[in-house]
C-alpha cells in the first residue's frame, strides 16, 4: 500500500485530540523546526512535517509514560500512517527503547525539546519575538537551571549531538525556522 502525507488530515486529528492551545503551538514549532531540517537535509518535507505535528498528539488525553506516545501510534497505525511516521514518534521518547536512526528520527527528538526550549526564550524577552532572537542568549538561558527547568538540558545537547551539530548551531537553525511561521506560533512579538 502506497502512502501520501496529507498534512490536513494530520492537523484534523491534532486538533481531534489535542485541545490545548499551548499543546498545538508546540506541535506547530516542532513542525516548523523539522520542516527546516528537511529542505537543510533533504528529507520529504511533506512526511516529516505530518510527523512532527502528530508525534505529541495523544498526551493530552494519555499523558503517562505507559500509554504516551504508545497511543497514539496505535491511533497513526489505524489511519494508515506508515512505520516512517510511527517509528520516528516512538523514537523521540527516550523511555520507549525504540532507538533514533533515521535523519528524521534524529531530528524529531532535536527539535522537540529545542522549539519549546527557543519559544520559552522569546517570550520572555521585553520584545516577546523570535525575531530578534540570537542563538547565543538561548544558549545562555541552557545554563540557567532556574529557566525553564522542566526542560532536560542534557535532551538538549544530546539532540544537538544526534545531528552532528554544535549546540549553537542548532538553535540558530530552530530559531531560523520559527522565525517563518512566527504568526502561528505567537512570536512576533508586540506590536
Not at 490545548?20 to 513542525?31: G, N
Not at 498528539?57 to 516512517?84: C, K, M, N, T
Request: glycine share 8%; charged share 30%.
Amino acid at each position: 500500500m502506497s502512502w501520501t502525507p496529507d498534512r490536513k488530515a494530520a492537523l484534523a486529528l491534532l486538533h481531534e485530540y489535542t485541545k490545548s492551545e499551548s499543546l498545538r503551538r508546540h506541535a506547530y514549532a516542532v513542525d516548523a523546526a523539522v520542516r527546516g531540517y528537511a529542505r537543510r537535509m533533504g528529507g520529504d518535507e511533506a512526511v516529516w512535517s505530518v510527523t512532527a505535528l502528530l508525534h505529541d498528539f495523544d498526551y493530552e488525553r494519555w499523558p503517562s509514560l505507559e500509554e504516551h506516545p504508545y497511543r497514539g501510534v496505535e491511533i497513526l497505525a489505524q489511519h494508515g500512517y506508515p512505520e516512517i511516521v510511527t517509528r520516528a514518534i516512538l523514537s523521540h521518547a527516550n523511555y520507549s527503547g525504540v532507538s533514533r536512526d533515521s535523519p528524521l528520527e534524529k531530528v524529531l527528538y532535536a527539535c522537540d525539546e529545542m522549539s519549546g526550549f527557543v519559544t520559552a526564550a522569546a517570550l520572555v524577552r521585553p520584545s516577546k519575538s523570535v525575531m530578534d532572537l540570537e542563538a547565543a542568549s538561548v544558549k545562555k538561558k541552557i545554563k540557567d537551571k532556574g529557566f525553564a527547568r522542566a526542560v532536560s538540558r542534557e535532551d538538549l545537547i544530546q539532540g544537538a549531538e544526534g545531528l552532528g551539530l554544535p549546540l549553537e548551531t542548532h538553535i540558530g537553525n530552530v530559531i531560523e525556522s520559527l522565525r517563518e511561521e512566527a504568526d502561528l506560533l505567537g512570536l512576533r512579538g508586540e506590536p
